[in-house]
């Protein structure tokens, strides 16, 4: 049986950090999902040259929405059938990384990129997760993406926070489907973290995410969670007591307060 390991948003950032960070299990294979294939490449090199045993897969591919989701489907049959002789494919972990947001005023913002960020950050991570789950077993492990944003309705950040939350439910709910299964699922909620991030939310009005954290430790900690099958993962003491601490903030308090003090720039 060929065992894989797969990450997507490999391209920059956390995912990056992730690749690096499971080519220490020695996978057969190493898959490396995102849209740029020269990222990809230079990556596959980078994480060939450390890890001699580890074969990297890039995977150039906009994996946005349902068309997104089968793509990955139909990859993950089509190698499972050349394997079948050997009993087909386990994947090992699954990192469901890929993601963007936006930043500003649900009206001032561009509706058509807000419904593009649903389909990255909810429908292809459904599906991926769908179409990865018959090729897992007593073992294997999902680590999703989610945010500290996840907690709270968020002002200035109505659709990403809204986007997070469903992923933060979905990965709930999944991990107490799957125990009997003995596949873990880990939900990473971080705070501010040094990505592109920013850049991209906000089309470039801020180039770098405020007091981000080293997105290497936000990552490495992710890991170690998912190894030690908990549930939930944040690196800093601060996320964690911003995390608990949503609880005792009525929802619309919460909304309110971060739309009229925690403004956020966008082009």
């Known amino acids: 049986m060929k065992e894989i390991i797969i990450v997507t948003g490999a391209s920059s950032g956390m995912g990056t950090c992730f690749a690096a960070e499971l080519a220490d299990e020695q996978p057969d294979e190493l898959w490396l999902v995102a849209r740029r294939n020269d990222r990809l490449e230079a990556l596959k090199k980078e994480i060939e040259l450390k890890h001699s045993g580890v074969k990297v897969k890039p995977v150039a591919l906009d994996i946005s929405g349902k068309k997104g989701a089968f793509e990955i489907k139909a990859l993950l049959e089509e190698e499972n059938k050349i394997h079948e002789k050997e009993g087909g494919i386990c994947i090992k972990v699954l990192v469901n990384n890929a ?83 003995g596949i873990s699922v880990t939900a990473l909620c971080p705070g501010p973290v040094s990505t592109e991030f920013a850049d991209v939310a906000s089309r470039g009005a801020r180039k770098e995410v405020l007091h981000g954290k080293d997105p290497v430790k936000t990552v490495r900690h992710a890991v170690k969670a998912s190894r030690k099958g908990k549930l939930y993962s944040m690196f800093a003491f601060k996320w964690k007591f911003k995390a608990a601490a949503s609880r005792f903030i009525g929802r619309y308090a919460g909304a309110w307060f971060t739309f009229k003090y925690c403004k956020r720039p966008s082009n």
């Open 99 to 181: 993601g963007f947001g936006t930043y500003g005023e649900f009206a001032d913002t561009d509706t058509e990129r807000e419904m593009d960020m649903i389909e990255l950050n909810c429908t292809s991570l459904t599906g991926i997760t769908g179409f990865a789950l018959p090729y897992m077993k007593k073992g294997s492990r999902i680590i999703n993406t989610a945010s500290l944003a996840s907690f709270l309705p968020l002002g200035n950040f109505a659709v990403y926070g809204a986007s997070k939350a469903f992923v933060l439910s979905f990965s709930v709910a999944l991990r107490a489907e799957l125990k009997h299964r």
